[in-house]
T-cell receptor
């Protein structure tokens, strides 16, 4: 079974530039999550999708971050403009559902460095 | 907001010894999950224990849950070098089953 795919794996940008991350979840998984993980900390949920609808985006800095999952499969997360404090690993995860048995499967992440 | 807190923050033991990590949380939960993160394999689910369960085993892993104390422990027996990683507990809270993560325990297994 193919896992969660993410690209790119690494990205270095200047502050105020924009960047986009892509995620393809495990086939058949209805729920997709984007997390931000700062070095030395646990993952912080940015946004959760159920199929192509947003379940929770309460911790997404909407002035600069946006995410979409148009066809209920793959998803993109965008930052525009980036700030120094956005330097982190961005993790995408998926699960069969957002409810019971909600084991999450993670992609390898995208390490973002903002200079 | 942080729900779970792992203890200790870091742990270094000799290969073959047992490693115990603890997690405390604040609100009632549906389940608690342990994940491992290392540079080679990323973040991987280890075990899920439901709020009505007290103990669960998976290979060399043993997880306990005490809902009265709002705490859980992860025991890794007969540790191996490959167990070197950060271990996170994540709680699925009652209202929406979203996972809230602790800051992790960094485990180092010395050969």
């Amino acid at each position: 079974e193919a896992g969660v795919a993410q690209s790119p794996r690494y990205k270095i940008i200047e502050k105020r530039q924009s960047v986009a991350f892509w995620c393809n979840p495990i086939s058949g998984h209805a729920t997709l999550y984007w997390y931000q993980q700062i070095l030395g900390q646990g993952p912080k949920l940015l946004i959760q999708f159920q199929n192509n609808g947003v379940v929770d985006d309460s911790q997404l800095p909407k002035d600069r971050f946006s995410a979409e999952r148009l066809k209920g499969v793959d998803s993109t997360l965008k930052i525009q403009p980036a700030k120094l404090e956005d330097s982190a690993v961005y993790l995408c995860a998926s699960s069969l559902s957002g409810r019971r048995n909600n084991e999450q499967f993670f992609g390898p992440g995208t390490r973002l460095t903002v200079l | 907001s942080q729900q779970g807190e792992e203890d200790p923050q870091a742990l270094s033991i000799q290969e073959g010894e047992n490693a115990t990590m603890n997690c405390s949380y604040k609100t009632s939960i549906n389940n608690l999950q342990w994940y491992r993160q290392n540079s080679g394999r990323g973040l991987v689910h280890l075990i899920l224990i439901r709020s009505n369960e007290r103990e669960k085993h998976s290979g060399r892993l043993r997880v306990t849950l005490d809902t009265s104390k709002k705490s859980s422990s992860l025991l890794i027996t007969a540790s191996r070098a490959a167990d070197t990683a950060s271990y996170f507990c994540a709680t699925a809270v009652d209202s929406n089953y979203q996972l809230i993560w602790g800051a992790g325990t960094k485990l180092i297994i010395k050969p």
